[in-house]
């Protein structure tokens, strides 16, 4: 099993992060996986994908998302499967947001949402 932490130039890992930035998140003006809200994605040579992933406490579509990430990734060329995990330690938070994005989203640094050393 390969990570998107060391894999990211799987060409399967690839078309699946893609295609979870397709996937927009429904309070901030960006996608899932800019977000954060993707913790890990491994793949093994067969095409099967196992993403693991956070919500947000205050996500308003909960584990509906978290079929649409597998919707998503079931619907990339190559994949025979994909499994979703939900995992809330450590939580999301700010931090886990990609830097260009959460700079934009995020004016004041003191917004109020909680900070972590482990996103990803």
Not at 3 to 16: E, M, N, W, Y
Not at 73 to 100: G, K, Q
Request: aromatic residues 4%; glycine residues 4%; contains cysteine.
């Amino acid at each position: 099993m390969k990570t998107f932490l060391s894999g990211r130039h799987d060409p399967l890992i690839v078309k699946v992060i893609e295609a979870l930035r397709g996937i927009p998140d429904s309070q901030y003006e960006t996608n899932i996986y800019d977000l954060g809200l993707i913790r890990d994605i491994d793949s093994d040579s067969h095409g099967n994908i196992s993403v693991t992933m956070v919500l947000r406490d205050d996500c308003p579509r909960g584990t509906d998302l978290a079929c649409d990430v597998q919707d998503v990734v079931l619907s990339t060329e190559h994949v025979a499967s994909c499994a979703i995990l939900i995992v809330n330690d450590p939580p999301w938070t700010r931090d886990c947001i990609v830097p260009e994005i959460r700079n934009t989203i995020f004016d004041d640094p003191k917004i109020g949402i909680a900070k972590a050393d482990d996103c990803r």
